[in-house]
Structure formats: structure tokens, C-alpha cells
């Protein structure tokens, strides 16, 4: 396995600050009154597509102009502020590169953009805080998907911003490029910088960064330590749709259970809601046994990521 160099800690550290911020196309509300304060380490954008994460990194990274209230950093609005750009990188989901550049030259390329005195050191350097030296003469359509990311990576990297902005940085990865990148990732905020990336995956956010924040819907759901949010989320009421051979007789003698906090009995079974998951799905087959009912059928019914993001915005 690879291991990252430590990249060179920033003079000083940055604090992000959103404030009320909200921003509609025309009717749709994409981000809907966020605050937030992002300060060195990493932090985990989590929440299902279409949540807004890529609006509010658009309008971190002062791409996009919030509709209402403001993004700062160190006090400074980042929207149309080019002093702001200088410490700030973004790596977004979308954006193309070309692929019959060197990842050197398209480094070079950003490092010239920003005007930097000494564009080969800078991207040289960009280039070995991502491990791409061996690689960095051949052409970027060679590359593989985790390779291509870590170039872009490199070039939000080059003019060696605070801040750096990664949406969904995961994505399409293998095992190994991903455990690569969440290692660079973990330096760059072990080194002070202000790291946020975002992803819809929980698993994704748990390995990379304790401290997290959900939005559901435009909103912001949650906000702090990810196993604090973890429990929130797996100790809700969970429902289930039972089906059995005498739905009546199950409903009765689940009601006496003290892991069911409710029985509901329709037309085409049961719906039951249970407070601890792995309890009820323990008890029901025996309860089921002793009255001689077989069960036909249990389904979760809102094991959707949708759904636990959801419990978490009404509770
Ligand atoms: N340029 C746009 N014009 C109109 N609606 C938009 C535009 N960009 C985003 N939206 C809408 O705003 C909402 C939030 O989108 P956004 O891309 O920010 O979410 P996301 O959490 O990044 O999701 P994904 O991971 O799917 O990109 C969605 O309903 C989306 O359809």
C-alpha cells in the first residue's frame, strides 16, 4: 500500500462560515437556510442526491451566489471575491478534463491561471502531494478513474489553498483508490487545512471524518459528531409489513411484546412498528411458533438511505 506525504501545514488556518444561506431556481429550493462553520480537519458533507450539497459547495467555493445570506471566509464573502479564490480550491463532481494533457501540464496549466510566481515548483509539488510523480508525463486519458481524480485534486491543490472543496471525491472508485484518497484527505486536514468533501454514502463519511453534517432536502438536518448522528439514526422506530397465516392472532400476541411500540392490522397484513430492529426480528418467530402462525413475509419498510435521512430531519 501507498502512503501519502505530509504536505506542508498552511501558515494559517481558515474558518468557513455560512450564515441563513438559501438558493432557489426559480421554483425549486436547492439550499434552504444553512448555517454552518467549517474550521480545519475534515468534515463529512453527507445526504441523498438531489440534498443540495453540490449548491452549497458552489457557493462555498463562491462560484454561485447565494439567493439569500451570506458565506464568509474569515469574515471575507467568498462571491466575487478573487482575494478569496486565492485560498480556496474545489474539486467538483462534473467538471472535464482534457484528456490528451499530462496530468503535469494541466497542473501547470491551473498554476499559470493563478498567476503564481514559480508555476514548475508549484506544480511538481502539487504533484507529489497526491503521488502522481511516476505518472505525471503520460497522458490523463490513460489514467485510471482514482487517478484522474487525484490530478484534479492536484491542481485545486497548486496554489495550496486553506480550503479545499471535494464533491463527491469517491465516486466510481475501487477499494484501494478510495482508501488512497481518504488517506491524502486525513493529511491535508491533519496538516490544518479545512477540508470538506461530500458524499451520499455513510459508510463513505464514518471512515474518513468524525465530525459530519446531513442535509436532507436543502436543509440541514444534523450537524457534529458522526456516531452521535449514527445512533440517531439506527434507534429510530423502524416499521415493518408483516404477512402471516392468521395476521389477526399475530397482531394480538405482538401488541404484548415489548420491543413492538405499535400493530396495525390492513387488508394485506400487518404493519408493525418496532423500537429496537434487532429485537422484534428476533422475537417474531417465536412468537409466531408458540401460536403455531407461520409468518409469510416481513419487510422493512423504510430501510431506504432516503428514509433514515428523512427520521432525522422530523426528529
Ligand atoms: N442549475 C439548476 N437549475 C435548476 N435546478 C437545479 C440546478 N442545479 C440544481 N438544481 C436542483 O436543486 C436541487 C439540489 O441539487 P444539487 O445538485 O445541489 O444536490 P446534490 O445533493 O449535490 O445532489 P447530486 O448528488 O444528485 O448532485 C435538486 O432538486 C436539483 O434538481
Same mark, same amino acid.
Given at each position: 500500500?501507498?502512503t501519502?506525504?505530509?504536505p506542508?501545514?498552511?501558515?494559517?488556518?481558515s474558518?468557513l462560515?455560512?450564515? #441563513?444561506?438559501?438558493?432557489?431556481?426559480?421554483n425549486?429550493v436547492?439550499v434552504?437556510?444553512v448555517?454552518?462553520?467549517?474550521?480545519?480537519g475534515v468534515? #463529512?458533507?453527507?445526504g441523498?442526491n438531489?440534498?443540495?450539497?453540490?449548491?452549497?459547495?458552489?457557493?462555498m467555493?463562491?462560484?454561485?451566489?447565494?439567493?439569500r445570506?451570506q !458565506?464568509?471566509?474569515?469574515?471575507?464573502?467568498?462571491w466575487?471575491n478573487?482575494a478569496?479564490? =486565492?485560498?480556496?480550491?474545489? !474539486?467538483?463532481?462534473?467538471?472535464?478534463? @482534457?484528456?490528451?494533457?499530462?496530468?503535469?501540464?494541466y497542473?501547470l496549466a491551473?498554476?499559470?491561471?493563478?498567476?503564481?510566481?514559480?508555476?514548475q515548483?508549484?506544480?511538481?509539488?502539487? +504533484?507529489?502531494?497526491?503521488?502522481?510523480?511516476?505518472?505525471?508525463?503520460?497522458? +490523463?486519458?490513460?489514467?485510471?478513474?482514482?487517478?484522474?481524480q487525484?490530478?484534479?485534486?492536484a491542481?485545486a491543490?497548486?496554489?495550496?489553498?486553506?480550503?479545499?472543496?471535494?464533491?463527491?471525491?469517491?465516486n466510481?472508485?475501487?477499494p484501494?483508490? =478510495?482508501?488512497?484518497m481518504m488517506?491524502?484527505? @486525513?493529511?491535508?486536514?491533519?496538516a490544518g487545512?479545512?477540508?470538506?468533501f461530500?458524499? @451520499? +454514502?455513510?459508510?463513505?463519511?464514518?471512515?474518513?471524518?468524525?465530525?459530519?453534517?446531513v442535509?436532507?432536502? #436543502?436543509?440541514l438536518?444534523?450537524?457534529?459528531d458522526?456516531?452521535? +448522528? =449514527?445512533?440517531l439514526?439506527?434507534?429510530?422506530p423502524?416499521?415493518?409489513?408483516?404477512?402471516?397465516?392468521d395476521d389477526?392472532?399475530?397482531a394480538?400476541?405482538l401488541?404484548?411484546e415489548?420491543?413492538?411500540?405499535? !400493530?396495525e392490522? #390492513?387488508?394485506?397484513?400487518?404493519?408493525?412498528?418496532?423500537?429496537?430492529?434487532?429485537?422484534?426480528?428476533? !422475537?417474531?418467530?417465536k412468537v409466531?411458533?408458540?401460536r403455531?402462525i407461520?409468518?409469510?413475509?416481513?419487510?422493512?419498510?423504510?430501510?431506504?438511505?432516503?428514509s433514515?435521512?428523512?427520521?432525522?430531519v422530523e426528529?
Open positions: 500500500m501507498t501519502t506525504s505530509n506542508a501545514p498552511p501558515t494559517t488556518t474558518t462560515t455560512l450564515t #441563513g444561506v438559501s438558493r432557489w431556481y426559480g425549486v436547492a434552504n437556510d448555517s454552518m462553520s467549517l474550521g480545519p468534515t #463529512g458533507l453527507l441523498p438531489g440534498a443540495g450539497k453540490t449548491t452549497l459547495l458552489h457557493m467555493a463562491g462560484f454561485l451566489a447565494p439567493s445570506g !458565506v464568509t471566509l474569515d469574515g471575507r464573502p467568498t466575487r478573487p478569496v479564490y =486565492r485560498q480556496l480550491g474545489l !474539486v467538483s463532481e462534473r467538471e472535464a478534463v @482534457h484528456s490528451f494533457l499530462t496530468a503535469y501540464e497542473v491551473t498554476a499559470k491561471l493563478h498567476k503564481l510566481p514559480d508555476p515548483a508549484a506544480a511538481r509539488r502539487a +504533484i507529489a502531494m497526491v503521488e502522481m510523480e511516476s505518472a505525471q508525463d503520460r497522458r +490523463i486519458g490513460t489514467y485510471s478513474k482514482g487517478m484522474r487525484r490530478a484534479r485534486v491542481a491543490l497548486v496554489h495550496e489553498p486553506q480550503v479545499l472543496l471535494l464533491d463527491e471525491p469517491f466510481g472508485m475501487d484501494r483508490q =478510495r482508501l488512497h488517506e491524502l484527505l @486525513h493529511s491535508l486536514g491533519d487545512r479545512t477540508i470538506l461530500s458524499s @451520499h +454514502i455513510l459508510e463513505e463519511v464514518e471512515q474518513v471524518s468524525g465530525t459530519v453534517q442535509m436532507v432536502a #436543502g436543509r438536518a444534523a450537524s457534529g458522526f456516531r452521535t +448522528i =449514527r445512533r439514526m439506527t434507534n429510530r423502524h416499521v415493518f409489513a408483516v404477512r402471516s397465516t389477526r392472532a399475530l394480538v400476541a401488541m404484548a415489548p420491543s413492538v411500540s405499535g !400493530v392490522l #390492513g387488508r394485506d397484513g400487518l404493519t408493525v412498528r418496532a423500537g429496537d430492529y434487532g429485537a422484534f426480528t428476533r !422475537v417474531l418467530p409466531a411458533l408458540a403455531g407461520r409468518v409469510r413475509q416481513l419487510l422493512p419498510e423504510d430501510e431506504s438511505l432516503e433514515v435521512f428523512s427520521y432525522l426528529a
